[in-house]
């Protein structure tokens, strides 16, 4: 299938998630062509439920309700040794960081999740993750 095919078959949810994981990650998520590389190097894989790899095409496709529903967005340490591995050179733990963030900001229009806005009670309710990557959002 190629680009513009793949573009067309989506739906208009779809396009609007893949535009927004695009944005907020910088990354262009149709470079990815399924190497696997990323998965296989990652430390975390064993105690993913959808691998790194599974994630981008998941992405690709728009598929954002099984995203949101996979705990591999939260099983990801962000030690980036994905990024490193990529042919490609996309930055897969920022597309992963993208997944959470559109996840976390409930429908918000932000690219960031403004952490320290949430009240007290809400931020000790997050996994830890979570707020890594809002914080280091706002730092990168």
Known sequence: MNTSTLRINQSH???SF?????????????ACYQC???SAGCPMAAHMDVLPNQII???QLGMQKQLHAAGSIWMCVSCLTCNA????????????ESVRITMLRNNRRE???GIMKLPPDAR??????????????LAS
Not at 89 to 94: D, P, Q, V, Y
Request: aromatic residues 0%; hydrophobic residues 40%.
């Open 13 to 15: 949810a779809g396009k």
């Open 18 to 30: 893949v535009a927004s994981i695009e944005k907020i990650s910088g990354q262009n998520l149709l």
């Open 36 to 38: 696997g590389k990323c």
């Open 57 to 59: 095409r998941m992405a």
């Open 85 to 96: 591995r990529c042919p490609k050179g996309i930055k897969i733990a920022e597309v992963i």
């Open 111 to 113: 690219d960031n999740l």
């Open 124 to 137: 000790s309710e997050l996994p830890p993750i979570a707020t890594i990557s809002a914080l280091r959002k």
